[in-house]
C-alpha cells in the first residue's frame, strides 16, 4: 500500500548503477529518477541516456521489476517523454505549467504505454486536475521547490495533500498521491496521515550510510498509521 521511492538525484553519481542495487536491496519500491532542464529549473542532472543506463539495474535480487518514476522538470515535456519512455521510464510525471496543452501531453505518455501524471509546486493550485481525473495514474505534489534535493518540507503541503486525496476519493480512481521534497523519517507518518501513499525521499536516505536502516524506519513509521 505505502510506496517508497528513494531519489537517485542524491545518489553517487560516479556509482549510479551500484547505487540503485544497493537501495533496492535495502527495500526501496520505485527508483525516482529527477529530470532538470536549467531551463524549467535552475539546475541541471540527467537525460534519457542515463536512464537507459541504469534501467537494467532496476530489479530485485528475485528478478521482479523496480518500477523507473520519472520526474520531468523540463520545459517543454513531449519530446523527451517520448525519450523517457523508450529509454525505459514506467510512469512519466511532468509540470502541468511547463505544457500548454496538459490533456495532449497526458496522451503522449500514455500512448507510449506508461502510467503518466501530474506534478503540483507549492504554489500551483491544483486547478484543472478534475478535468483530467480519468487520464491519469499519479499525482505528484511538490513539499518544496523543485531543482535541488536537501531542502525543508514547506508545511502548507499538508493541506494540500488532504485536498488531493479528497479529489481522488471522490473519482473513485485508482490514483497514487505521491510527495516529493524533504520527506524524512520523522515526518513521513504525518504525510501519510494526510492522505498520501507514495513517499520520494533523496538525501534522507542516500545522505546516510545504511539505506537499509532509514527505509526500515520510515516502513516501521508507516505501519502506525
Ligand atoms: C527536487 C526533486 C526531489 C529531490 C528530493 O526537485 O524533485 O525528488 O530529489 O530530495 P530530498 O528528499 O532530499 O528533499
Ligand atoms: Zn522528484
Known sequence: ??????????????????????????????????????????????????AKAIKPYCVTTNGSSVPLDVHLMVQPVDELAVAFAKAGADLITFHPDAERHVDRTLQVIKDQGCKAG??????????????VLD??????????????????FIDSTYRKIEKAKRLIEDSGRD???EVDGGIKPSNIALVANAGADTFVAGSAIFDQPDYKAVIDDMRSRLAMC
Do not use: C
Not at 535552475?42 to 542515463?50: D, F, H, V
Open 118 to 131: 501530474l506534478v503540483f509546486n507549492p504554489a500551483v493550485p491544483l486547478d484543472g486536475l478534475e478535468w
Open 175 to 177: 490514483i497514487r498521491l
Open 1 to 50: 500500500m505505502f510506496t517508497i521511492a528513494p531519489s537517485v538525484l542524491s545518489a553517487d553519481f560516479a556509482n549510479l548503477g551500484a547505487e540503485v542495487t544497493s537501495v533496492i536491496g535495502a527495500g526501496a519500491d520505485w527508483i525516482h529518477f529527477d529530470v532538470m532542464d536549467n531551463h524549467y529549473v535552475p539546475n541541471l542532472t540527467m537525460g534519457p541516456a542515463i
Open 135 to 152: 487520464k491519469i495514474d499519479i499525482i505528484l505534489l511538490m513539499s518544496v521547490n523543485p531543482g535541488f534535493g536537501g531542502q525543508s
